[in-house]
């Protein structure tokens, strides 16, 4: 059996990071309609804690000389916790499908923004990409005479606070652990959502609710186990495109799981996003000037 190069092994591990998140967001979907929004988040957040802690204790991650808290890091712990509340209140009530396709524009809208405050060059070409991937989004969107489904502009609020997160990350210190970073994040994810429970209600788990939300957890976990080690082998370049079958496992999940198949709008700006963004990164590849990050919420 031919052993695969280490390029093949870092497309893969992104393949299966993509399919831990996605399966994790299918779950969490499906949960929607038996628990609320911060219940099922803190229940969630309490296994994948402690399974993310386990992760970052075996390797050193949490004593790591590196691992501090900062305002940097604080700021980005919010966009994050922003994002998650953004993504779930979209998921839960659209299509998973359609929230993946738009979820897909960020790494273009980081692309934009790095360009404007991080004085990141952009050329002229990946410009072009942008405006044409945003267009794309709004075919998604579909705007109409009564307005846009205040559920899609949750999606796209997702994008504007991953794009805060990721400014933040592209500033940290190289050396500080991924695993940290996570841990953390997690943390107040999970604690936030207990606060807000007494806002938002509580209602009685069942076993198979706890089952769903356990099953969330672990693929969670494995999303950033698999992502972390997408970067520890091959080109980052090379595996960062294969992050867009996010999309595939998406639309596969959303007709096995709730018999949601994609309609004309979303194919077309679905297209349309993957396309650019694909060509942006080639681009950025070609240039030899970028540094690619995990583009969606982490929990």
């Given at each position: 059996m031919t052993k695969l190069s280490?390029?093949?092994?870092?497309?893969?591990?992104?393949?299966?990071?993509?399919?831990?998140?996605?399966?994790?967001?299918?779950?969490?979907?499906?949960?929607?309609?038996?628990?609320?929004?911060?219940?099922?988040?803190?229940?969630?957040?309490?296994?994948?804690?402690?399974?993310?802690?386990?992760?970052?204790?075996?390797?050193?991650?949490?004593?790591?000389?590196?691992?501090?808290?900062?305002?940097?890091?604080i700021v980005r712990m919010l966009a994050e916790m922003g994002g998650t509340f953004c993504y779930l209140t979209a998921l839960f009530n659209i299509p998973l499908a359609d929230a993946t396709a738009i979820l897909m524009a960020s790494p273009l809208a980081v692309t934009l923004a790095a360009s404007l405050f991080l004085r990141e060059r952009v050329g002229w070409r990946r410009y072009i990409a942008i405006a044409i991937g945003f267009i794309g989004v709004v075919v998604i969107l579909r705007p109409s005479a009564d307005g846009i489904n205040t559920f899609y502009l949750f999606a796209l609020g997702t994008v504007f606070f991953m794009v805060l997160r990721d400014l933040c990350t592209r500033r940290f210190d190289p050396e500080m652990p991924s695993l940290f970073i996570a841990f953390t994040t997690s943390t107040l994810m999970t604690l936030a959502s207990a606060a807000m429970i007494p806002f938002d209600g509580w209602q009685q788990v069942s076993t198979k609710n706890i089952s769903v939300l356990a099953g969330a957890a672990i693929f969670i976990f494995f999303g950033y186990l698999f992502t972390i080690m997408t970067v520890r082998v091959g080109e980052i370049s090379f595996a960062a495109p294969f992050r867009y079958t996010a999309l595939i496992w998406a639309m596969i999940i959303g007709v096995v799981m709730f018999n949601h198949i994609p309609d004309t709008a979303v194919l077309i700006g679905s297209t349309i996003v993957v396309t650019t963004g694909l060509y942006s990164l080639l681009r950025e590849r070609t240039a030899s000037s970028w540094s690619v990050r995990n583009t969606r919420p982490s929990l």
């Open positions: 280490d390029n093949m092994r870092g497309a893969l591990f992104m393949v299966l990071g993509m399919m831990g998140f996605t399966f994790n967001d299918g779950l969490m979907k499906l949960i929607s309609s038996d628990l609320h929004l911060f219940q099922s988040i803190f229940i969630r957040g309490v296994m994948a804690t402690t399974l993310i802690g386990i992760l970052a204790w075996r390797n050193g991650a949490l004593l790591h000389p590196k691992a501090k808290m900062s305002r940097l890091l």
